[in-house]
Nanobody, 121 residues
Framework: VQLQASGGGLVQPGGSLNLSCTASGSIFRINTMGWYRQAPGKEREFVASIRSGGSTNHANSVLGRFTISRDNAKNTVYLQMDSLEPEDTAVYYC????????????????WGQGTQVTVSS
């Protein structure tokens, strides 16, 4: 299984970016998908998650500014980031809890390679 993330870059404060992450490989079912981030010198932190049915959870620090969504047909999760602040600068990692085949009784968490988001004027 591979998770390929894209959409990062350099943006000015107040700007927007849309991250995407597509899972491929041995996939029977994808349960929860999500995003984490890690800023320089800090621990990796939760940003947002979305279940297969569409229910979402966002960290308080991004609530009202970031929106997670997914396209189950494309095995893809998105993170729309608006009103970006310098404090949002970090490497963003996507995750997917994947059941690889019908014989598995629980999912395994996979991580993407990370995409850099830099918010600076």
């Amino acid at each position: 299984v591979q998770l390929q993330a894209s959409g990062g870059g350099l943006v000015q404060p107040g700007g927007s970016l849309n991250l995407s992450c597509t899972a491929s490989g041995s996939i029977f079912r994808i349960n929860t998908m999500g995003w984490y981030r890690q800023a320089p010198g800090k621990e990796r932190e939760f940003v947002a998650s979305i279940r297969s049915g569409g229910s979402t959870n966002h960290a308080n620090s991004v609530l009202g500014r970031f929106t997670i969504s997914r396209d189950n047909a494309k095995n893809t999760v998105y993170l729309q980031m608006d009103s970006l602040e310098p404090e949002d600068t970090a490497v963003y990692y996507c995750t997917a809890d994947i059941v690889n085949d019908a014989t598995m009784d629980k999912a395994r968490r996979y991580w993407g390679q990370g995409t850099q988001v830099t918010v600076s004027s």
